[in-house]
């Protein structure tokens, strides 16, 4: 699917759930937890059901279009164990202030975790940020950017650009990552935020593996509301 055909059937909508963005994403090849999104008016009692193909453990999160950061509102749940402390976890997030449901989804392996973000600049237009994720970017502020669109000679800059870009590469012991994974990550970002459409799209954080990448958490807003 593309950038296009999604917002098409977004019947005016400016922000997207976390699921939906993902399976945007999935569907243009890019890699995302097995995971299911539970309405807010979801009975408990269909848990066993709705869940049953997921292995725990479980991450569960709230899920709104109105909060902008989970960890801000105490909306994530890691560890889930089993069908008892699913149940909990999921009674606890949709009562925060505006929860729309909540994502249950298959805790990914830990990786070296980065970010990929676009945005519209006011002055450049389309841009593409990538950084390394967690304390990398809090403290070092390492995020380097390109204009949109990317071709792969681009994406392969943007990456060698950050200050962090030996642990991509291999460091110290730890396995280089797959950096196809990465730049096919790269250049889905690039062709969403050059589409014309969407203000920003930010995939934080983006796990990579020396085998493949998985998106983690995803969001999306529309610069313009686009007519079904």
């Known amino acids: 699917m593309t950038t296009k055909d999604f917002l098409k059937k977004s019947k005016g909508q400016k922000t997207f759930l976390e699921h939906e963005v993902k399976g945007l994403l999935k ?15 979801t009975q408990l009692s269909a848990l066993s059901s709705q869940l049953s193909a997921l292995a725990y453990p479980l991450v569960v ?21 089993n069908e008892n402390e699913l149940k909990d ?7 925060i202030k505006d929860a729309e449901g909540v994502l249950a989804e298959e ?10 973000g676009g945005i519209i600049d006011k002055q450049f237009g389309p841009v593409v940020m990538f950084g390394l994720g967690g304390v990398f970017v809090e403290l070092y502020k390492d995020v380097a950017f390109a204009l949109a669109p990317m071709k792969e000679k681009d994406a392969l800059w943007l990456i060698e650009q950050i200050k962090g870009y030996k642990l991509i590469e291999g460091y110290r ?4 990552v797959d950096k196809d994974a990465l730049i096919k990550a790269l250049l889905a970002v690039s062709e969403i935020i050059a589409s014309g459409d969407v203000e920003e799209i930010d995939l934080n954080p983006v796990s990579l593996y020396p085998h493949g990448a998985m998106v983690l958490d995803a969001k999306m807003e529309l610069k313009l509301r686009v007519s079904g």
Do not use: C, H, Q, Y
């Open 61 to 81: 999160k709230v899920s709104s279009s109105k909060i902008t950061s989970k960890t801000d509102v105490k909306g994530i749940r890691l560890r889930i164990g």
């Open 27 to 41: 569907d243009m090849g890019l890699s995302v937890p097995a995971g299911v999104f539970l309405p807010k008016n």
């Open 173 to 176: 012991g730890k396995p280089a």
């Open 89 to 95: 976890a999921i009674a606890e997030l949709l009562m």
């Open 107 to 116: 805790m990914a392996p830990d990786g070296l975790e980065v970010i990929i």
